[in-house]
């Protein structure tokens, strides 16, 4: 996952599955951002 600020590569925060969501944070802004995960089929 790439940052859409900065276009930096972002790190998985592991341990932190909030909802179902995973969570990032970016090495350049710091910016975090949640992701869902894809359902599976």
């Known amino acids: 996952m ?3 600020r900065c276009r930096v590569k ?3 925060l592991k341990g932190h ?3 179902g969501n995973r969570k990032w ?3 350049g802004c ?4 949640m992701q869902k995960p ?3 089929k």
């Open 17 to 19: 599955i909030y909802h």
């Open 10 to 12: 972002m790190k998985e």
């Open 38 to 40: 894809r359902p599976l």
């Open 2 to 4: 790439t940052c859409p």
């Open 25 to 27: 944070k970016c090495a």
């Open 30 to 33: 710091g910016k975090v951002k």
